[in-house]
DNA sequence: CAACATACCTACCGGTAGGTATGTATGTCA
DNA sequence: TGACATACATACCTACCGGTAGGTATGTTG
């Protein structure tokens, strides 16, 4: 028999020490989050922690493939799947984790993923990797996405995918670092709903005559 | 009589103190860049840098305001000035920059202004505010040059110009991002015509069944 | 129960970070 | 020429960093 006792549960315990460290690092950012406070958070020791992971930047990898990796999957790329309109999908989605990540007060600590992209890319070759195929990832998905679209006329043919996706990516990690550069929902939100706007331009049945905001 | 000896001259030495720190800060991050390096880089002791600077954050501070800032005003706002066609002139600024930083191979540390901006703006009040007015500044500029398109009929009347710029801004950041997260030229280049190609559908003159890249 | 592995703790290491107290060299001005 | 401020150097302090050595407690397995 395992897995009696709640305590001494060691897959439990290393993915508690995961989800510590991915606070850490989203607030204070990975150079800047202290193992001995991940640690303590976790109710563990330090001679514990390191029995789990072989250094400090162990941890961030397993942070990014266990944690960060994943939750782009499921936050932005699952809603594309199964979606036969990716513009009103991509804006539903952006639309919506803007509006949560402001409820919760997330959004002053900017957008996990980029976060670590932004700080550690240049400096440590592992995970710039690792970061690096996400963002692909995301771009992939948001360009065959449009394409798509194009496809079952939801969006212009004038279009070009790979570049609209590379903008739209690009612009997302934009709306985030408004928001926690400015630390204010209200810019934050503004630049959502202009990316809202481009994102209308895309259709099919854009109309430069249109409405304006 | 001043100024006569080229060593010992308090405000050189103080400029190239901050022209270095510009630089290790640009390369590691606030919290990553190290005084000793900074000192040691100027030719001085830390003694002497802590003479100048009462602490590293003053030191930091210094750097935003009078290297940063100005720095900003003079690559990207400077330009708007004086031009009657404020799409052409944001489209060719970025287009340069993108361009001299691939070939400086700057790109890989991203955006100087921005880097500060996502790593201190939640940690430290003085750091926010600064770089805060700094894009305040950066987006004013931008919806007033849009505006003074719409006026002069190079823009649609149907883009509202702070919702526009909240954009352009944006894009930008994540441009640069996506330079320094993928520490591949290609990909920031395509951000980058991206970003142009958005900016011509700004145009009065723009149609949706136009070319397409 | 014995033998062993795994989970976790205590105490400590060398190194480096930012910062400071104090001394000295240099230029200015009365 | 001598008093004084400023520019810089030397030497050192404290706090904390990531990391480790060696031990103990709690299983699991035969």
């Given at each position: 028999m395992k897995l009696l006792s709640k305590s001494r549960d060691a897959e439990a315990t290393r993915r508690k020490v995961i989800e510590t460290a991915f606070g850490e690092i989203y607030r204070n950012g990975f150079q800047g989050a202290s193992v001995n406070t991940i640690a303590e958070e976790t109710g563990l020791t330090k001679g514990a922690l390191f029995h789990y992971f072989a250094s400090k930047q162990a941890l961030?990898?397993?942070?990014?493939?266990?944690?960060?990796?994943?939750?782009?999957?499921?936050?932005?790329?699952?809603?594309?799947?199964?979606?036969?309109?990716?513009?009103?999908?991509?804006?539903?989605?952006?639309?919506?984790?803007?509006?949560?990540?402001?409820?919760?007060?997330?959004?002053?600590?900017?957008?996990?993923?980029?976060?670590?992209?932004?700080?550690?890319?240049?400096?440590?070759?592992?995970?710039?990797?690792?970061?690096?195929?996400?963002?692909?990832?995301?771009?992939?998905?948001?360009?065959?996405?449009?394409?798509?679209?194009?496809?079952?006329r939801t969006v212009r043919d004038t279009v070009s995918p790979k570049s609209a996706a590379a903008l739209i990516v690009a612009a997302q990690m934009g709306i985030w670092g408004t928001g926690k550069s400015s630390q204010d929902a209200e810019r934050m939100q503004q630049a959502g709903d202009a990316l809202c706007d481009y994102l209308d331009t895309l259709r099919a049945s854009f109309k430069p005559t249109g409405a304006k905001r």
């Open positions: 961030g990898y397993a942070v990014v493939d266990e944690y960060i990796g994943p939750l782009l999957l499921q936050r932005w790329l699952d809603p594309l799947r199964d979606s036969d309109d990716p513009i009103r999908t991509i804006r539903k989605t952006c639309k919506r984790y803007v509006k949560e990540d402001i409820a919760s007060g997330h959004f002053v600590f900017g957008c996990p993923l980029n976060n670590l992209a932004q700080e550690m890319s240049p400096l440590d070759k592992e995970f710039h990797k690792r970061l690096n195929t996400l963002y692909d990832t995301w771009r992939s998905a948001y360009a065959e996405a449009i394409r798509n679209g194009i496809k079952n």
